[in-house]
């Protein structure tokens, strides 16, 4: 087991999680823009 916490890095694994968060948050954003957009359209 000990072995294993040495084997991984987890200064990369901590800027992994950070970048998929962040790329999460962003697509979701992406689409709330989207969505906000064709509700603008529509009442326009």
Known sequence: M?????????T???AFVTATGVAVIGIA?????????????KKG
């Open 2 to 10: 000990a072995d294993i916490f040495a084997a991984v890095d987890f």
């Open 12 to 14: 990369t694994v901590l």
């Open 29 to 41: 954003m992406a689409f709330k823009g989207i969505d906000l957009g064709k509700r603008g359209v």
